[in-house]
């Protein structure tokens, strides 16, 4: 099979820009790119770089897309090197087929950092959700606490509040690597602490920096509050790596980043792994292919971090 190959770079900027433990984020920038095979048929995939998270950089894609060839074969597609995972997301997705199974899915609402969650959290749950995450690790520990002790309240009076029963809600909290090992003992005893039946802390995300594997996989069997694995598992090396040194917490699983579909199919078939699949704020086209595998890998009561529409 030949493809004969087209790419062109993008630039937009989001509608609210997104605060993390990382900084503040205004744009998105990749690549969007088509394949087109010897009957006509066409197949759109982007690549989406998230080099902060250990992918390669926009610029080096571009480099590597600008050196191929106008035709390729399917093999210079697979080929494509495990250092160049968004590439891989990107060239293997357009060749993809849609899932059937998308319509299954459950989405998690995304809160802005700060007190800016609180007016944000009402909208999003008469639109439906029930799982909202909250970037925490941005604000001082001690305010975060306390708008997270308003958040819990706000979230159980407007769940009361319904005419019809809503039977739970989930909040995952995400520290993006962003607190000390003392803060994050602090978070999770404070998560620990909230025995509702209909609020559930679903749990911490990355409370620690990559390097601090060890005291992660200690947090995760001290206390009853979930842990799950983002900026340490950006890679499928790096979830092989992680799930051989024991971790079996949860996995987010953000498919622009993570390397070639056909490996991570594999990898989740041959092993038991808790996925969350999340979104990069990829558009239109990666954001497509990215939920085909999240419907068809992961685990139905897992909400997928696809939450906001950003542009
Ligand atoms: O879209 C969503 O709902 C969550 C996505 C998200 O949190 C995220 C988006 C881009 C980069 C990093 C992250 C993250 O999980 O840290
Ligand atoms: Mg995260």
């Not at 004969?4 to 609210?16: A, D, G, N």
């Not at 639109?127 to 690790?137: E, H, L, M, N, P």
């Not at 509702?196 to 911490?204: A, F, G, H, Q």
């Not at 920096?209 to 799950?228: P, V």
Request: overall charge negative; charged content about 25%; proline content about 5%.
């Amino acid at each position: 099979m030949v493809y004969r190959f087209q790419f062109s770079p993008y630039s937009r900027p989001f509608k609210q820009p997104l605060k993390t433990h990382h900084g503040i984020w205004e744009k998105r920038e990749g690549i969007i790119l088509q394949l087109t095979d010897k009957q006509g048929k066409k197949g759109d995939g982007e690549i989406a770089p998230l080099s902060w998270f250990g992918s390669e950089t926009l610029g080096q894609a571009l480099e590597f897309c600008q050196q191929l060839p106008q035709t390729l074969t399917l093999e210079d597609i697979i080929e494509i090197p495990d250092n160049f995972p968004a590439c891989q997301f990107g060239f293997e997705s357009a060749l993809e087929e849609n899932s059937e199974f998308l319509s299954k899915l459950k989405f998690s609402g995304l809160l802005p950092s700060g007190n800016a969650a609180l007016p944000v959290f009402p909208t999003l749950f008469q639109q439906g959700f029930r799982t909202f995450k909250w970037k925490i690790a941005v604000h001082p520990i001690s305010e975060e606490l306390q708008l997270f002790q308003q958040l819990t309240e706000l979230i159980l009076t407007t769940i009361n509040s319904e005419t019809d029963k809503t039977e739970w809600v989930n909040l995952r909290l995400d520290a993006n690597g962003g607190l000390s090992w003392e803060e994050a003992n602090k978070w999770l005893s404070v998560c620990d602490e909230i025995k509702s039946d209909i609020l559930k802390i679903e749990y911490l995300e990355q409370p620690l920096s990559i390097e601090q594997f060890d005291e992660m996989l200690a947090l995760s069997r001290q206390y009853l509050t979930s842990i799950a694995l983002d900026e340490s598992v950006a890679t499928l090396s790096q979830i092989r790596d992680c799930y051989q040194r024991g971790w079996r917490g949860i996995f987010v699983i953000k498919p622009a980043i993570v390397g070639s579909p056909r490996k991570l199919r594999k990898l989740c078939r041959e092993n038991q792994i808790d996925a969350v699949f999340s979104s990069v704020f990829e558009t239109a086209v990666g954001r497509r292919a990215a939920l085909n595998l999240a419907a068809e890998l992961s685990h139905p009561k897992r909400a997928v971090g696809f939450g906001v529409e950003h542009w």
